[in-house]
């Protein structure tokens, strides 16, 4: 047989949660009860008024293509939805031919870089980050070069540090605020100096939104194409899936730069034919009711962040609270090898499993991130166990 992973695959480092499967597998089938705060996939079920319209939609005798290809006959009014959502939200004003509907960001992310890179070609991302940056990237055959997000710099790249060569080079810039897995934010000011850079250096800027709806104590995440003519410059991966609590349903949208959109769209019609009609139908009922829908879910998060916050802040560390996310970036406590040192120490004393920092990039060494997407009541037991196993 002939049939060997091809070098593109072999290539991608191990797939950062198999790892943590199997070690919290290797944990629990030597008896260990384990307590997973690995994983950031929201808990609570998506709001009724959503699931209702789904229902209603796929049950619409009346609609003669609901069983069809999402791509030859979308719902229509979704792009719409988008474009009222974004106005109301960013003030963003979007035009029917700046949107493509995706099935969730993951996949649009991996997918864009086909439309635009060549084997051969950089493209930029900014580092602990996302894997699927690069991943798309290497699918491409094109190089990652990655800028390093510090504590020091409020975990924004320094882009003037960037080496002429790879300013020459570099067609992508990945940018990701509220940023997985750090949990930092930026303002419009951060985006304006990001335009300018990718104006003077001919590059696009591909904005990954996907906690822009996940914040806290009133602070508002902007879009990157707030920004005076970003439209040239960006564009904007936006997905309901952390927003509206709907991870398994494959939803969101590419915005922004046209030639940008089309590239993806044509990926797509080559690829896949898009997403089931009810799911656009319910997703445009989610954006309509962002308002009503979101504010409960960031209540949850709120929570559980203090909650957990307040006890990691007895235990002798001195976090702030993050505005953004459903994640905690804490640092290693002293007395450890790294964070995968870590992490192993806590999965085997407390049965406790965090994602080690390293597995989003070398400058996640010495940080590990919680997620809170488990029930109160489990971060609570995880945060005694914790306590005990330090
Ligand atoms: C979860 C996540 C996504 C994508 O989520 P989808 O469910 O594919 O829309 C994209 N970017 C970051 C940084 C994420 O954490």
């Given at each position: 047989m002939k049939l060997e992973r091809s070098n593109r695959l072999q290539k991608l480092p191990p797939y950062l949660f198999a790892d943590l499967r199997r070690k919290m597998a290797e944990a629990r089938a030597k008896g260990v009860d384990v307590i997973t705060?690995?994983?950031?996939?929201?808990d609570f079920p998506t709001a009724d008024p959503v699931v209702k319209e789904l229902v209603r939609a796929i049950d619409d005798?009346?609609?003669?293509?609901?069983?069809?290809?999402g791509c030859d006959v979308p719902v229509e009014a979704l792009p719409d939805a988008i474009q009222r959502f974004y106005a109301r939200r960013f003030g963003v004003q979007l035009e029917l031919d700046q949107i493509v509907v995706t099935m969730g960001s993951k996949d649009a992310i991996a997918k864009f870089p086909m439309a635009f890179l060549n084997p051969g070609d950089v493209a930029l991302a900014t580092e602990p980050g996302y894997p699927t940056y690069n991943i798309g990237h290497t699918f491409a055959g094109a190089v990652t070069h990655y800028l390093p997000l510090l504590a020091d710099n409020d975990?924004?790249?320094?882009?003037?540090?960037?080496?002429a060569a790879v300013r020459r080079l570099g067609k992508l810039l990945w940018l990701n605020y509220p940023?997985?897995?750090?949990?930092a934010v930026c303002d419009l000011a951060f985006y304006e100096r990001a335009v300018e850079f990718a104006r003077a250096n001919e590059l696009l800027i591909c904005s990954d939104l996907a906690y822009s709806e996940n914040t806290f104590d009133g602070f508002v995440a902007p879009s990157a194409l707030a920004v005076d003519g970003a439209e040239d410059s960006v564009v904007e991966f936006f997905s309901l899936s952390k927003a509206f609590s709907?991870?398994?349903?494959?939803v969101g949208c590419a915005v922004g730069h046209r030639d940008a959109v089309a590239g993806l769209r044509s990926v797509q019609d080559n690829v896949d034919n898009g997403q089931l009609r009810a799911i656009q139908a319910a997703a445009v009922v989610a954006l309509d009711h962002a308002d009503e829908l979101i504010p409960p879910i960031n209540d949850v998060y709120r929570r559980r962040r203090d909650l957990v916050i307040a006890t990691l802040n007895q235990l002798g560390w001195d976090l702030e609270a993050p505005k953004g996310t459903l994640y905690l970036w804490v640092p290693v406590p002293d007395g450890f090898d790294g964070s995968i040192a870590f992490a192993a120490h806590l999965l085997e004393t407390a049965g406790v499993a965090v994602t080690p920092?390293?597995?989003?990039?070398?400058?996640?060494?010495?940080f590990f991130r919680i997620s809170l997407t488990y029930p109160d009541k489990v971060l609570k037991e995880a945060m005694e166990r914790l306590a005990g196993a330090l």
């Open positions: 705060l690995g994983i950031g996939d929201p005798k009346q609609d003669a293509n609901r069983h069809r290809y975990y924004l790249p320094d882009l003037d540090a960037t080496p940023n997985n897995p750090t949990t709907m991870t398994g349903w494959r920092g390293i597995g989003y990039g070398e400058h996640g060494e010495g």
